[in-house]
């Protein structure tokens, strides 16, 4: 599944901290169990090659409403 990355931009996200992942869901319940300011590698695929980034999550912004 694609995903814009600040950073990287687009492409598959397909492994965080080298376990790989099912999808976009898979994804999103990993960072989920993870704090804000923990740095990760992200594994992302675009245009047939692959490479590693390092991202520091922040915190899910709040929304007032």
Do not use: F, I
């Amino acid at each position: 599944t694609s995903r814009w990355v600040p950073g990287v931009g687009s492409g598959a996200v397909v492994a965080v901290n080298g376990q790989a992942l099912d999808g976009a869901d898979s994804l999103v319940a990993r960072v989920r169990e993870l704090k804000p300011d923990t740095t990760v590698t992200l594994t992302v695929v675009r245009d047939g090659s692959s490479r590693e980034v390092q991202v520091t999550l922040a915190a899910r912004p709040t929304t007032s409403g």
